[in-house]
């Protein structure tokens, strides 16, 4: 059974920091892209954070300079690093996997983040 497993959100000031990790299981998380989403209440998910098998990450360009993406391959997690945060990083983050072979994607339930002023 594929799991994705995520925790750390929660509660935190504007400026403040987080960070998410999301635990996989059930999969080849080494064969996996593995992404972080956000989705706002009554928004669209938005892409935060990817990285390849290979290293390669990417970034939207609201998370460059204040957020840092992390896989552990030998312990199948991912972790995504937010600083200064805003109050517009607010919403839903999602852990996401896509095998770079097939396409094949999976998501995690998702991890609520609240930014307060």
């Known amino acids: 059974q594929v799991l994705l497993a995520e925790s750390g959100g929660g509660l935190v000031q504007a400026g403040g920091s987080l960070t998410l990790t999301c635990a996989g299981s059930?999969?080849?998380?080494?064969?996996?892209?593995m992404s972080w989403y956000r989705q706002a209440s009554g928004n669209e998910r938005h892409q935060v954070a990817s990285?390849?098998?290979?290293?390669?990450?990417n970034f939207a360009d609201f998370a460059k300079g204040r957020f840092s993406i992390f896989r552990g391959d030998n312990a199948n997690t991912l972790s995504l690093r937010m600083d200064d945060l805003e109050l517009g990083d607010t919403g839903v983050y999602y852990c996401?996997?896509?095998?770079?072979?097939?396409?094949?994607?999976?998501w995690g339930q998702g991890t609520q983040v609240t930014v307060s002023s």
């Open positions: 996401n996997a896509r095998d770079v072979f097939s396409n094949r994607l999976f």
């Open positions: 059930g999969f080849g998380f080494s064969n996996y892209e």
């Open positions: 990285i390849h098998p290979s290293g390669r990450i």
